[in-house]
């Protein structure tokens, strides 16, 4: 199993970016797919998830109405829509993949993780 993170960068405040997880190597259509951060000095944390048909969605409360999770199952691709970017969303982004039929809130699930992207909004 592989998940491939991209599409961050260095982005002005107030700006967007797109990120993307290519995954390859998921046996049956049933996982939800998370993406995680992790700042200088911070603790890994939740930012989105998405259930395995993209029906079903869930959003930090440091990210709602700025951040939107989706995905295109024909792509095997997740995106994860970045707008309103603030300093403190300066991380490594990463995303998982957790055997469910649900969204998945909390890293201990996933068993599959990429390899990170990182982002950067400068002030």
């Known amino acids: 199993v592989q998940l491939q993170a991209s599409g961050g960068g260095l982005v002005q405040v107030g700006g967007s970016l797109r990120l993307s997880c290519a995954a390859s190597?998921?046996?049956?259509?049933?996982?939800?797919i998370g993406w995680f951060r992790q700042g200088p000095g911070k603790e890994r944390e939740f930012v989105a998830s998405?259930?395995?048909?993209?029906?079903?969605?869930h959003v930090a409360y440091s990210v709602k109405g700025r951040f939107a999770i989706s995905r295109d199952n024909a792509k095997n691709t997740v995106y994860l829509q970045m707008n309103s970017l603030k300093p403190e969303d300066t991380a490594v982004y990463l995303c998982?993949?957790?055997?469910?039929?649900?969204?998945?809130?909390?890293?201990?699930?996933?068993?599959?993780w990429g390899q990170g992207t990182q982002v950067t909004v400068s002030s």
């Open positions: 998982a993949a957790a055997p469910s039929r649900g969204v998945v809130v909390t890293a201990t699930p996933y068993r599959y």
């Open positions: 190597g998921l046996t049956g259509s049933d996982y939800a």
């Open positions: 998405i259930n395995w048909n993209g029906r079903s969605t």
